[in-house]
């Protein structure tokens, strides 16, 4: 009995030929979304026009199966040229039948793509006083971005790798202590991804990074 290949032409060949692959330097937007404990990751870079809120460039890098990489395509050639407002509309589902179907244990791989997106708009949003929404950052909130901060020796984000062990929020300025030596040779990558993930809040006016391992 022949099994039937799970993957229809189309994730194929966005596989084996994906478009939009790299990196943008300085982006206007960017986000990293996934894990590699669950060995699925994309990272989505914005260019946006200023004036249209247009999304003049986009690429993406994946790390993960086939359709993970096919996703991370055609959700960039999706979103390519639309308005942010646009962008924000599209849906994995919709990314999915663009692929003309993914097996459902792979399902999760356009959602991951999806998210990517919509995080690198959130990003620029944020980046560029945009957010409607101007609740004040608290605990919660930090803790919440700290969760996208990968280790990289356990591929387990900060958070779930237990490496927070405090976080204060006062004023504008944010304090966090990371249970890991300043020595470690990872320890000014997690830094700088912190400071990434943070900055962009609108209220957060410092931030101060401490390493107590």
């Not at 989505?44 to 247009?54: A, F, N, Q």
Request: aromatic share 6%; hydrophobic share 40%.
């Amino acid at each position: 009995m022949m099994v039937k290949f799970p993957y229809t032409e189309k994730v194929l060949e966005h596989f084996r030929n994906p478009r939009n692959v790299g990196k943008i330097e300085n982006p206007d937007g960017k986000a990293i979304e996934g894990s590699p404990a669950c060995g699925d990751m994309v990272a989505v870079y914005l260019k946006v026009d200023e004036g249209t809120r247009r999304i003049t460039d986009i690429k993406f890098e994946s790390y993960g199966c086939a359709s993970n990489i096919a996703t991370g395509s055609i959700i960039t050639e999706l979103a390519k040229g639309k308005t942010l407002e646009e962008a924000k509309k599209i849906t994995w589902k919709e990314a999915a039948d663009a692929l003309g179907g993914l097996p459902p244990i792979k399902a999760h791989c356009s959602v991951l793509a999806v998210e990517g997106l919509r995080a690198a708009i959130r990003d620029y949003e944020e980046r560029h006083g945009l957010t409607q929404a101007r609740e004040p950052t608290t605990v919660d909130v930090i803790k919440h971005r700290l969760k996208h901060v990968m280790n990289p020796l356990t591929g387990l984000d900060v958070v779930r790798a237990d490496l927070i062990r405090d976080v204060e929020v006062k004023d504008g300025k944010v304090r966090i202590v990371v249970d890991l030596a300043s020595s470690h040779q990872f320890a000014n990558a997690i830094r700088e991804d912190i400071k990434e993930k943070i900055e962009p809040l609108w209220d957060v006016k410092t931030i101060e990074i401490e390493f107590a391992g």
